[in-house]
């Protein structure tokens, strides 16, 4: 099957994931336009979020498939395939978000702040040092980036067409989140002798946050959430300031 599942050496993959970056950096910027374009069109808007959240399920049962049916390479494992690493839990929270909005759920920010700061966290530093561990053929390595890319894709129209924004209880939300998430992952990770979240092991990638080995790295890593949390912070405190001088 291997022919079928497109198997490509690393240097290719790498190929493959740069050029799906370009792609989709284009189509998040078409968003950022369709979203501020559409923000007060509700029929547009709910259309559009609908499609969203429908490619993303799409995106993840394809995901699925492939790792089953398509990949004879692949080894699908307990150990690696819960739906359990931070992008993953970004993933569904900004799936969460724009189903909340086609109900103007209460709630929704807390799923937004969360969401916003583990994807511009996690699944941008996934597509700038993308690990390609079990990483083989096409499918792999769109799978991956639709992963990531999606989470940022879900937030960019949420902050355009519905106008969310991060703030900073967002930070200490997040915060807390991620470090009640880590004892419950930690337990799981005990007993299935897993990596999720990579609690035990860091990823294998050239990452400038990663420092140090097991447990310091944890706690590097801990001391600059805040200092992340405050540059993600940026943008809109200065969309606050422009709104307040206009």
Known sequence: MKEFSLLLSNQELYSVHNTITYVLLFIWIAVCFIGYRFNNHNIYKKSITIFLIFFSFLQEIFDYCNRVLLNDLYIIDIQTDLPLQLCHIAYWFSVLCLFFELYNTK????YFNCAYFLGFSGALQGIITVDLTGIYTFY??????????LIILNLLWLIFAY???FNRRGIMQAFLFTNCLIFFVGIINYFLDSNYMFL???P???NPFLIGKWPYYLL??????FIYGFI????????KYLNKNK
């Open 200 to 202: 035990c092991t860091p």
């Open 232 to 239: 993600l912070l940026v943008p809109f405190l200065i969309i």
């Open 140 to 149: 792999d390595i769109l799978t991956l980036h639709l992963q990531h890319s």
């Open 107 to 110: 709630h929704k920010q807390f």
């Open 204 to 206: 294998d990638v050239n």
């Open 163 to 165: 106008n969310l924004r």
């Open 220 to 225: 590097i890593l801990e001391l600059i959430f």
